[in-house]
């Protein structure tokens, strides 16, 4: 490319894996371009209205892709600087250590990683510096080996969550305080609203952008271009490594040549790109790009109990890993923790029909929770592009396990006061833990990375974001992704910079 402008790294994306990974990277020295398609999420009133984020989807974006048969939905799929992460539920939670190694579930088999949780112990605790979590290591039983206490001590259970607490252990559970990324001062000083799903202003939640890129842009040889749209990989002609991107800024299309390039924009659309890069798909020898993708099981789970009003704003402080591990009577089930506070606007997002009044008297009531389980995965569950059109063909697995969970959940809740508990699955339109598929492996013709994210078919590539989790465990994955990208950026600045 004559005259292209040529750096030392490029990465694609700046959510979770691109910003920790430019986090890592930068006190190497090395010039670094971030490239984001999306912009810095503007303040607005908005970004505290439930009805703004709930019922209008004021920061959805405008984009439909399709399922397997062809229907069109519109994917809660963020493009923003930070990426995801700027809506997370900032839930920092460590893979178990048995998710690292090959299980039976229900349904099928978990494959494991290519090393075992020691390998990762030390990233994890740096992730968890960096993004400054706060918790307490002790109160799960399923918790792996810390090497450090959390930096920071847990975001504090308000009074009717301390109560829901109390409840819990009188029926014999263990609940923990959940591991966040929240300055919970900061986060009700701007306004008395939950963070999960909320979009951060920069005002407490320690996400890709406030962490991450604000980490990377201490230094002067990162430089974050917003705006700017990956359109595609290009290889040197020998086909061997690559030689930089094309990316459209301003209308423009630019070429920018790098000795290393990262692609970080998320599970799906690092498959999109690296499909439509090459005829047959970039670093794709093994045929896995796009295959294997993964999304967890998840429900929302409302306990009601009509005596109890629950107060709480942000509520999300507890989390529960009793059926996490086989206990003997179901097999390994899941995570359970508390949802953001669903307040009546939320609920209206997803029951039109219904009258706020009323369901803001359902929800008073009500104490929310998110079921988890584990997505096993599967070659046809998979990420094509289908006439320029993102096609998701996402084939659940392991739902046996799930409705299992949900029903022992269901149980214990009962048994704790709440009569009615009220139980929904979230579907393809919420693709949140989107993971897999790009994944890492010890076999080049079934993966596409080696352990370190680098491209087996191509030495100066890497993919470092939710695609290259070869398993999805039952917990959210935003810290192992970071755990994981700290782990390459060392790996990188030891052997290519
Ligand atoms: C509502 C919600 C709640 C969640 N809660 C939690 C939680 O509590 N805990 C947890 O662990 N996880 C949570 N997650 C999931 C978590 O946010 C993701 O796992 C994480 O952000 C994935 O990181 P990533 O780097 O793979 O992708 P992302 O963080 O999504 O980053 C991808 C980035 O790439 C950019 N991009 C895409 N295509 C291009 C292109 N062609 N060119 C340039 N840039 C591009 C995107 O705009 C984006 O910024 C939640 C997600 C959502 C939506």
């Not at 009601?304 to 989390?319: A, C, E, F, H």
């Amino acid at each position: 490319m004559p005259g292209a402008e040529t750096v030392d790294v490029v990465i694609i994306g700046s959510g979770m894996g691109g910003a920790t990974l430019a986090a890592g990277l930068a006190p190497a020295g090395a010039r670094i371009v971030i490239l984001e398609r999306g912009q810095v999420l503007p303040d607005s009133p908005d970004a505290r209205d439930a009805r703004a984020i709930f019922q209008r989807g004021v920061y959805r974006p405008q984009e439909t892709w399709i399922d397997g048969p062809g229907a069109p939905f519109n994917p809660g799929n963020y493009y923003y600087v930070g990426g995801n992460t700027k809506f997370y539920g900032a839930v920092l939670i460590r893979y178990r250590s048995e998710d690292f190694a090959p299980a039976e579930l229900k349904e099928g088999a978990t494959p494991g990683w290519p090393f075992p949780y020691e390998e990762m112990a030390p990233w994890y605790g740096r992730a968890e510096a960096l993004y400054q979590v706060r918790g307490a290591v002790g109160d799960d039983p399923t918790e792996p080996a810390h090497s450090a206490p959390y930096p920071h001590p847990p975001v504090p259970d308000e009074p009717a969550i301390a109560e829901v607490r109390n409840r819990l252990k009188r029926v014999g559970l263990h609940p923990f305080s959940l591991p966040l990324g929240v300055d919970i001062e900061a986060w009700l000083n701007r306004a008395p609203t939950p963070w999960d799903a909320f979009p951060d202003t920069r005002s407490g939640k320690m996400d890709a952008e406030t962490c991450g890129i604000k980490a990377a842009l201490a230094h002067l040889n990162v430089e974050l271009r917003v705006r700017a749209q990956a359109k595609r990989i290009l290889l040197e002609p020998d086909g061997k490594r690559v030689r930089g991107v094309e990316y459209v800024q301003g209308g423009e299309t630019r070429p920018l040549t790098a000795k290393l390039v990262a692609v970080c924009a998320g599970a799906v659309n690092s498959a999109v790109l690296m499909l439509q890069s090459r005829e047959g798909g970039l670093a794709n020898s093994s045929d896995a790009v796009g295959r294997h993708f993964m999304n967890h099981n998840a429900s929302a789970v409302l306990a009601i109990d009509p005596r109890t009003i629950n107060d709480s704003v942000y509520q999300k402080t507890l989390g529960l890993n009793d059926f996490y591990l086989d206990d003997g009577r179901g097999g390994r089930l899941g995570n359970v923790q508390l949802l953001g506070r669903v307040t009546g606007p939320i609920l209206k997002a997803n029951i039109a029909s219904a009258p706020e009044w009323a369901l803001n008297a359902l929800s008073r009531r009500s104490v929310d929770w998110y079921a988890m389980s584990e997505d096993l995965p599967n070659p046809e569950s998979r990420v094509t592009v289908d006439g320029g059109r993102i096609r998701l063909d996402w084939k659940r697995s392991n739902w046996g396990s799930h409705r299992e969970l949900v029903s022992r959940l269901r149980e214990r809740l009962k048994a704790a006061g709440y009569p009615i508990v009220l139980a929904r699955a979230f579907d393809r339109r919420t693709p949140s833990h989107q993971c897999g598929t790009v994944r890492i492996g010890l076999d080049p013709t079934s993966a596409p990375l080696d352990p370190t994210c680098r491209a087996w078919d191509h030495p100066n590539l890497f993919v470092v974001d939710g695609s290259f989790l070869p398993t999805s465990a039952a917990v959210n994955p935003a810290l192992t992704i970071a755990a994981q990208a700290l782990r390459v950026a060392d790996h990188i600045a030891k052997t290519d910079l």
